[in-house]
């Protein structure tokens, strides 16, 4: 079956402008998480949601961030007023959840928006 | 709160080589932990977990990795290098507060001279 899918696979925006990021995760999984990969550094946890309640939004680095899930499915992450320092790549994953707590789930990753703020 | 550490940004083997990426994990209750592998212009995909059970965890591509518990370590290993096995590797822990996050390390690049 089709795996995770994300849009934009790139995206260039100006200082200040606000950008959305999409993910289709893999049909069934009700786990869905961001994370943000900046060059050289490893993946920073973003946010997360279990069906379309997100329990755990601390990975959000500022109050320009915001995410939400309907449906179960699909998923927005949305920057608003571009910072440069927002420049990185945006992976999303998604998960079943077979295990108590999700603890021990394989997460199954798309490949990423590269966002680029100039 | 838990953390991981990889120790070594980048490694280099010859092709044939014994591969080891080392990481260092702490976790408040037994953990649960991952290697992905994130190929060039690739996804990251799971190499191997463990949840548990066997401490000696075999993964895809030959890779396998050992829960030491004494020495709260979970590293890499494969016998013989390949080529196609230049990549970066993430080691990751899950959460230990009930919940779904994973916390991944900084990453080791793997680099395999011919």
């Known amino acids: 079956g089709a795996g995770v899918s994300q849009s934009p696979s790139n995206k260039v925006t100006e200082k200040g402008k606000d950008v959305e990021l999409r993910c289709d995760p893999i049909?069934?999984?009700?786990?869905l998480y961001w994370y943000r990969q900046s060059l050289g550094q490893g993946l920073e946890f973003l946010i997360y949601f279990q069906g379309n309640s997100a329990p755990d939004k601390s990975g959000l680095p500022s109050d320009r961030f915001s995410a939400e899930r309907t449906g179960g499915s699909v998923s927005t992450l949305t920057i608003q007023r571009t910072q440069q320092e927002d420049s990185a790549v945006y992976l999303c994953a998604s998960s079943l959840v077979l295990m108590a707590g999700g603890r021990g789930e394989t997460q199954y990753f798309g490949p990423g928006t590269r966002l680029l703020v100039l | 709160a838990q953390s991981v550490t990889q120790l070594g940004s980048h490694v280099s083997v010859s092709e044939g080589a014994l591969v080891l990426l080392r990481c260092n994990y702490s976790?408040?209750?037994?953990?649960?932990l991952f290697w992905y592998v994130q190929y060039p212009n690739q996804g990251l995909q799971l190499l191997l977990k463990y949840t548990s059970a066997a401490t000696l965890v075999k993964g895809i591509n030959g890779f396998e990795a050992e829960f030491k518990k004494s020495e709260t370590s979970f590293h890499l290993t494969k016998p013989s290098a390949h080529m196609s096995d230049a990549a970066e590797y993430f080691c990751?822990?899950?959460?230990?507060?009930?919940?779904?996050?994973?916390?991944f390390g900084a990453g080791t690049r793997l680099f395999v001279k011919a």
């Open positions: 990751a822990v899950s959460d230990d507060t009930g919940g779904f996050k994973t916390i």
């Open positions: 049909s069934g999984h009700t786990a």
């Open positions: 976790s408040s209750v037994p953990p649960y």
